[in-house]
């Protein structure tokens, strides 16, 4: 079946704009992660979902960003009053389930919205 | 919070050679995961180990899970340029969450 998808692949905005990322994770899966990934990185945890609800929200850089997921399926990254410091690569990944307590599950990522702030 | 290092940051070989990751944490870590990201690809998903002292083997990859689960390493013998790639590890974060803490990576350059 199809793998997650991520749009717009590129955004390029201008410094104080807001942006909307969007992710569509693989059908089915329960948990959505967001992740920043920074050239010659990891990826960084922003935030997750199990279904709908906001498990943990700690990777947020601050409260310009924010991320929701209505319907337990796509989910939006919003980044309001975009600053050059928040270009990146921003990656998305679905899992299939949770599994024992501690041990993380597989994740599948998409492709990445590269974000340029002028 | 825990955190996974991961030595070296770079590696160039030459195609044949052999080529081993490491990944070092300062806590034990209940599991951890491989992926490779390919030069302007995603992760993808190699293994998980998540026994003390798990080796598991894929084709020309040998992935090992220390004995005190602290650390692991990914040995690939004989790399070929399919190879290149950089190379993550990720254990899970402290205290019994399933969110997973991404190492720097080691990037593979396999010179033909």
């Known amino acids: 079946g199809a793998g997650v998808s991520q749009s717009p692949r590129y955004k390029v905005t201008k410094r104080g704009q807001d942006v909307a990322l969007r992710c569509d994770p693989i059908s089915g899966h329960v948990s959505l992660y967001w992740y920043r990934q920074a050239l010659g990185q990891g990826p960084e945890f922003l935030t997750y979902f199990n279904y709908e609800a906001q498990q943990d929200k700690s990777g947020l850089p601050n409260d310009r960003f924010s991320a929701e997921r209505p319907e337990g399926s796509i989910s939006t990254l919003t980044i309001q009053r975009t600053e050059q410091r928040d270009s990146a690569m921003y990656r998305c990944?679905?899992?299939?389930?949770?599994?024992?307590?501690?041990?993380?599950?597989?994740?599948?990522f998409g492709p990445g919205t590269r974000l340029t702030v002028l | 919070g825990q955190q996974v290092m991961q030595i070296p940051q770079y590696q160039h070989v030459q195609e044949g050679e052999d080529f081993t990751t490491y990944c070092n944490s300062s806590t034990t870590l209940s599991n951890i995961q491989w992926y490779k990201q390919r030069p302007g690809g995603h992760p993808v998903f190699l293994i998980q180990l998540v026994k003390s002292g798990e080796v598991k083997k894929q084709k020309r990859l040998t992935f090992q899970f220390g004995e005190a689960k602290k650390n692991s390493s990914l040995h690939i013998t004989a790399t070929q340029t399919t190879d290149v790639g950089t190379y993550f590890c990720a254990g899970p974060r402290a205290g019994g969450s399933y969110i997973p803490t991404f190492g720097r990576g080691t990037s593979l350059i396999v010179h033909p």
């Open positions: 990944a679905s899992s299939l389930a949770l599994g024992v307590a501690g041990v993380t599950d597989t994740q599948y």
